[in-house]
């Protein structure tokens, strides 16, 4: 086995492998959030025995799984069968530890690597025919190992920094807030850095303080919503897989209020949509915080709408951070080498396959 050179092919194709994540993924997540905002339709009777109880356990379901199937089939794409079970206990580990859905892909990634270089190991023949068993173990002990002890500390500790700062602003830096927060939601849909601003917001309302709520509330829909936004406006720029999954996304980007639901639209062009949906949340933010919006029920979707003190401000911001978001996105891939029929040709044989 020539080390580098299958280290060098594996790395290469990582974009094929997060897209075979996303293909596994697609049908938890749309589950998930279209099941969990017909539970927002129906209000709050949630009691044991009622369907909206039922479809909001089901919309929670897709809702926490779709992460770890993301990642398990990550791995897949990389070393075949013996990566699923080593990729789904990252992916859950990645959601414990708080990296959220760029350390599922960091994890699938490393841990489908990690499988396939050891499966690939040449072995005494009366050790081979246990080995395919032992391997995923091996790997998934070395990549969980790197995920606890390396990659959660740093970010636990920004975390821990972050909401020490937002605690320290007062409502006359509630401009900066809402630009620090709007930052943060746009980042990686709710992951730490998300979680981090919702914490925030949710816990200060002890303190009878709501313009963080209203903050977090006029950014959540602002990804899903803009990246929609921007397969409607320039649908070139993006693949079939894309543009489909956009015009079922739409309705319950609006209804159900779900962050997470931009994953998919963000995972084939990381950087470039991170990028377009940070702008958009930190303008929709900043806005929010200047005009001082209120929240006063820690509720999403269609359901906050009714609860928020300025509810034209709200409009505003998502209006206006969905239409940066969109613009950006679109400016950032049409100046972009992203070969549009080449992603649609790779994702019709991942299909066929």
């Not at 998934?140 to 002890?149: A, E």
């Amino acid at each position: 086995m020539d080390f580098w050179k299958e280290t060098g092919n594996i790395f290469r194709e990582t974009g094929t492998h997060f897209r075979t994540g996303v293909s596994y993924m697609l049908p938890i997540l749309l589950i998930g959030g279209m099941v969990g905002s017909l539970a927002v339709l129906g209000g709050g009777s949630h009691e044991d025995g009622s369907i909206w109880k039922i479809f909001k356990d089901v919309g929670t379901i897709g809702l926490t799984y779709f992460v770890p199937i993301m990642a398990a089939y990550t791995a897949y794409s990389i070393s075949d069968t013996p990566g699923i079970a080593p990729g789904f206990i990252v992916g859950v580990l990645a959601q414990q530890i708080d990296t959220g859905y760029l350390g599922a892909l960091l994890g699938g990634i490393l841990v489908g690597y990690a499988t396939y270089m050891l499966m690939k190991l040449e072995l005494p023949e009366i050790l081979q025919s246990t080995w395919g068993f032992i391997a995923p173990v091996f790997s998934t002990l070395i990549v969980v190992v790197f995920m606890v002890y390396l990659l959660g500390p740093p970010i636990a500790w920004l975390m821990e920094v972050i909401s020490s700062f937002l605690s320290n602003l007062g409502e006359e830096g509630s401009a900066i807030m809402g630009a620090v927060m709007g930052f943060l939601g746009g980042i990686d849909y709710g992951g730490p850095f998300s979680k981090t601003q919702s914490t925030f917001a949710t816990a200060v309302m002890d303190l009878d303080l709501y313009v963080p709520l209203g903050i977090c509330g006029s950014i959540v829909i602002i990804p899903p919503l803009g990246m929609c936004l921007a397969t409607f406006l320039k649908p070139k720029l993006y693949t079939k897989v894309e543009r489909n999954y956009a015009k079922s996304s739409w309705i319950y980007s609006i209804i159900g209020g779900f962050t997470e639901i931009v994953i998919p639209l963000a995972v084939g062009d990381i950087i470039r949509v991170t990028i377009a949906t940070v702008l958009g949340c930190t303008i929709g933010g900043t806005i929010a915080g200047i005009f001082l919006l209120e929240l006063s029920t820690p509720v999403l979707g269609i359901a906050q709408w009714f609860f928020y003190d300025k509810p034209l401000i709200f409009v505003i911001c998502v209006v206006i951070g969905s239409l940066v978001t969109a613009l950006t996105a679109n400016f950032l891939k049409s100046i972009s080498n992203r070969d549009i029929d080449a992603l649609d040709a790779a994702d019709t044989e991942l299909n066929e396959t």
